[in-house]
C-alpha cells in the first residue's frame, strides 16, 4: 500500500506528464519531416515513446532497488529540481539538461544555508513552509553520478539506433544529410525525504521514523536525456564512443564519491567536476564528429543512401547509411528517377554495386517485392543535385 501510495506521487508529477507529451510530438514531428523528405516515413514506429518507458522503468527500478533504502533528499532540493525539470521541459522544450538541472539544485541546496546573499530563498522556503531536516550533501553527488550512469547507459542502448536523417547545407551549400538524435525518459526513483513538510499536508504519505525524525517514502522523476546532430560519423558509432566517455566519467564520479565520504569539503568540488566533465565529453564527441572528412553529401557519380526502412528488401542488403549506390543491375544511376528505372528492369530481384564511406566496393543483391520497386526501402535524396 504505501508503495502504491509512493507511485501515485510520481504519476501526479507535472513534469512526467510534459515529458509524455514532449516525447510525443518529438515522434510527431520527426515522422513529418520523413514524409516531407521521402514521401512515406522510414520509421513509423513510435521507437522514442517505447525508449521512454523502457529505459525509465527498468533504469527505475534497478536504482531505485539498489539505492532507495539509502538515499535521502531535502524537501527543498525536491521542489526546486521538480520545478526547474517542468520549467525547462515548457521553456527550452528543444533542449534536455538533466546533469545541468540535478548539479545546479544541488549546488543551489548546498550553499543556501551558507552563502548571505541567498539568504532570501531561506525566508521563501520558510515562508511557503518548506521547513525540513538537512540531509547528507554527499546524497546529493552520489544521484549526480548515477544520473551520469543512467545517461551512459541510455545512449548506449538506445542512441543512433534509428537513423532518422534531416537536410542541411554544408560550407559549399551542397545538401548534407544530418543525423539527430533527441530523446529523453524520466525515471521513477525511490528516495526518501526527511522532515514534516509532507506530515501536515499529506498525511496518507508513507512515513518512516528513524532516530526520532519523520520520513517521507516517495518515488521521485529523475529526467534523463540528450539533444544532439551527428554531422559526419555512423550514428551508432558516435553514441557507443559517447558513452564509454560518460562511463569513463561515471567512474570518476564514484572515485569523488569516495573521497566526499571522507572529505565533505570536496563533495561541492565534485559536482562541479562532474558537471564540467559531462559538457567536456559532448564538446570531444561533437569535435571528433567534426573532424571526420566524411559527409553524407550529394554525390554525382551515384546516389548517397541516407535512411533504410526497416522490413524492407533494403534492411536486408548490408546497406549503411552513408553507402553510395554505383550500379544497379548492373545500369549505372546517378539520381533517383534512374535508380528506380533499373530496379524495373527486374521485378523479382536487384542487384547493387555499392561504395562505402570508406571508399571500399561491395556487391549486395536481393529479391524484392514484385513489380514494387518503390518499396524497396532505400531513402535517397529526392532531386538532383541543385
Known amino acids: 500500500m504505501k508503495l502504491l501510495i509512493a507511485l501515485c506521487f510520481y504519476l501526479l508529477q507535472p513534469a512526467l506528464w510534459v515529458g509524455v507529451i514532449r516525447t510525443y510530438l518529438v515522434h510527431r514531428n520527426r515522422v513529418k519531416r520523413e514524409r516531407q523528405l521521402f514521401s512515406s516515413a522510414i520509421y513509423e514506429d513510435f521507437y522514442e515513446g517505447r525508449h521512454f518507458v523502457r529505459s525509465g522503468l527498468i533504469l527505475g527500478v534497478v536504482v531505485s532497488i539498489v539505492f532507495g533504502g539509502f538515499l535521502s533528499v531535502s524537501v527543498q532540493w525536491l521542489f526546486l529540481y521538480e520545478l526547474l525539470i517542468l520549467v525547462g521541459l515548457l521553456i527550452f522544450p528543444g533542449q534536455l539538461f538533466p546533469v545541468t538541472t540535478a548539479g545546479l539544485v544541488s549546488v543551489v541546496t548546498i550553499l543556501v544555508?551558507?552563502?548571505?546573499?541567498?539568504?532570501?530563498?531561506?525566508?521563501?522556503?520558510?515562508?511557503?513552509?518548506?521547513?525540513?531536516?538537512?540531509?547528507?550533501?554527499?546524497?546529493?553527488?552520489?544521484?549526480?553520478?548515477?544520473?551520469?550512469?543512467?545517461?551512459?547507459?541510455?545512449?548506449?542502448?538506445n542512441g543512433g539506433k534509428f537513423a532518422s536523417p534531416s537536410l542541411a547545407r554544408n560550407q559549399r551549400n551542397n545538401r548534407v544529410a544530418v543525423y539527430k538524435f533527441n530523446e529523453m525518459s524520466i525515471i521513477p526513483?525511490?528516495?526518501?525525504?526527511?522532515?514534516?513538510?509532507?506530515?501536515?499536508?499529506?498525511?496518507?504519505?508513507?512515513?518512516?521514523?528513524?532516530?526520532?525524525?519523520?520520513?517521507?517514502?516517495?518515488?521521485?522523476?529523475?529526467?534523463?536525456?540528450?539533444?544532439?546532430?551527428?554531422?559526419?560519423?555512423v550514428p551508432r558509432s558516435f553514441f557507443i564512443r559517447l558513452s564509454k566517455s560518460l562511463m569513463v566519467l561515471s567512474g570518476l564520479g564514484i572515485v569523488l564519491v569516495g573521497i566526499g565520504y571522507v572529505a565533505a569539503k570536496t563533495i561541492l568540488p565534485g559536482i562541479f567536476i562532474l558537471i564540467l566533465g559531462y559538457y567536456l565529453s559532448i564538446w570531444l564527441a561533437k569535435h571528433?564528429?567534426?573532424r571526420q572528412k566524411f559527409?553524407?553529401?550529394?554525390?554525382?557519380?551515384?546516389?548517397r543512401v541516407i535512411g533504410i526502412q526497416p522490413e524492407t528488401p533494403a534492411a536486408k542488403m548490408n546497406?549503411?547509411?552513408?553507402?553510395?549506390?554505383?550500379?544497379?543491375?548492373?545500369?549505372?544511376?546517378a539520381n533517383e528517377d534512374e535508380f528506380y528505372r533499373a530496379l524495373s528492369t527486374n521485378s523479382t530481384y536487384c542487384r547493387f554495386k555499392?561504395?562505402?564511406?570508406?571508399?571500399?566496393?561491395?556487391?549486395?543483391?536481393?529479391?524484392?517485392?514484385?513489380?514494387?520497386?518503390?518499396?524497396?526501402?532505400?531513402k535517397t535524396y529526392t532531386h538532383p543535385i541543385d
Open 113 to 157: 544555508p551558507h552563502v548571505p546573499q541567498l539568504k532570501p530563498f531561506v525566508t521563501w522556503f520558510n515562508n511557503i513552509g518548506l521547513t525540513a531536516l538537512k540531509v547528507n550533501p554527499l546524497n546529493f553527488l552520489i544521484i549526480l553520478t548515477l544520473i551520469v550512469v543512467g545517461s551512459c547507459v541510455f545512449l548506449h542502448v
Open 189 to 233: 526513483f525511490l528516495m526518501l525525504v526527511p522532515g514534516n513538510w509532507f506530515v501536515s499536508r499529506f498525511p496518507f504519505i508513507p512515513m518512516f521514523q528513524i532516530n526520532g525524525h519523520s520520513y517521507a517514502v516517495l518515488i521521485i522523476p529523475i529526467l534523463l536525456g540528450l539533444k544532439l546532430t551527428v554531422k559526419r560519423s
Open 288 to 290: 571528433e564528429d567534426n
Open 295 to 303: 559527409e553524407y553529401s550529394e554525390v554525382m557519380d551515384g546516389i
Open 319 to 333: 546497406l549503411q547509411v552513408g553507402d553510395v549506390i554505383l550500379t544497379v543491375n548492373e545500369i549505372p544511376v
Open 354 to 378: 555499392v561504395r562505402d564511406r570508406n571508399d571500399q566496393l561491395k556487391i549486395t543483391e536481393t529479391a524484392i517485392f514484385k513489380n514494387s520497386p518503390h518499396e524497396i526501402g532505400v
